[in-house]
């Protein structure tokens, strides 16, 4: 039991050591246009997507999102979060392909997330993504329908986002 122990212990204490020198000595590449090494992706994703779903639990939202809130978060979502994320028929701006990590394209991705871990997500923020923490500047019921919009992103026609967005907040879509 002694030498596992021991084992164990010099194990953890080389691993501090490289972990260490590679801050120290700048080993690690942190440019952006760089891409991360597979380890590095794999272990700054699985955090992200753990930490988002353990802190998501207390978003209070409704069981179905009105349409009138869907609109208004088109409307935010087209003004804030298109040039990143890009929207149905459109793809993000040339320069937002230069983040790293680069930012997900939400018309296949959002289906991977919560309404609630997606209302989470816009409210903090994440770090050292470039993904914005807009609690601070942006109320309960702005974020709720930028969540409202983006759970309805997967499967959202090019057609039916330019109609929502054409609508301003708190008017609805026009019939067909």
Not at 26 to 42: K, T
Not at 65 to 86: I, K, Q, T
Not at 97 to 120: F, K, N, T, V
Request: aromatic share 10%; net charge negative.
């Amino acid at each position: 039991m002694k030498s596992f122990l021991g084992g164990a212990l010099a194990a953890i204490a080389v691993a501090v050591v490289v972990w260490l020198a590679v801050a120290y000595t700048g080993a690690y590449n942190v440019a952006a246009s760089d891409r991360h090494a597979d380890l590095v992706r794999w272990t700054l994703d699985t955090t992200m997507h753990r930490s988002v779903a353990r802190r998501s639990g207390d978003v209070e939202l409704p069981e179905e999102f009105e349409d009138a809130l869907v609109v208004e978060g088109a409307g935010r979502y087209a003004e804030s979060c298109a040039y990143c994320h890009g929207a149905p028929g459109q793809d993000p701006t040339y320069w937002s392909r230069g983040m790293r990590p680069e930012p997900p394209h939400l018309m296949e991705a959002a289906s991977d997330w919560s309404a609630e871990e997606i209302y989470w997500i816009v409210e903090n923020g994440i770090k050292m993504s470039g993904m914005p923490a807009f609690g601070g500047h942006h109320g309960r019921q702005e974020i709720a329908a930028l969540s409202a919009f983006v759970t309805r992103l997967p499967g959202l026609t090019p057609e039916d986002y330019a109609t929502l967005i054409a609508n301003p907040p708190g008017e609805t879509p026009a019939a067909n």
